[in-house]
């Protein structure tokens, strides 16, 4: 079973930076398509950036050229670094992979940005 724990939320000031970390295990991390969703009180999950097995990266408008996600398939693990932080930004962020075997969720991390 696929294990996904994210870590590295919090809160900061507007304008400020997280990187946020999602651990895998149970699965062959490589194979997987990685990606970070996040959901604000109130609304739908949301998808926020996408990295795929092959390293191809794709963004939401609303994070292009703030966020950056990154894997390291050494250490199974996926970041993704927020910068220039709004406070719009603020929801729990959620992991995600992707394989031929399913899909999979971590328990998600909090990130609130203050104004």
């Known amino acids: 079973q696929v294990q996904l724990v994210e870590s590295g939320g919090g809160l900061v000031q507007a304008g400020g930076s997280l990187t946020l970390s999602c651990a895998a295990s149970?699965?062959?991390?490589?194979?997987?398509?990685m990606g970070w969703y996040r959901q604000a009180p109130g609304k739908q999950r949301e998808l926020v950036a996408a990295?795929?097995?092959?390293?191809?990266?794709n963004y939401t408008d609303f994070v292009k050229g703030r966020f950056t996600i990154s894997r390291d398939n050494a250490k199974n693990t996926v970041y993704l670094q927020m910068n220039s932080l709004k406070p719009e930004d603020t929801a729990v962020y959620y992991c995600?992979?992707?394989?031929?075997?399913?899909?999979?969720w971590g328990q998600g991390t909090q990130v609130t940005v203050s104004s």
């Open positions: 149970g699965t062959i991390f490589s194979l997987n398509d």
């Open positions: 995600n992979s992707k394989w031929v075997y399913g899909t999979s």
């Open positions: 990295i795929t097995s092959g390293g191809r990266k």
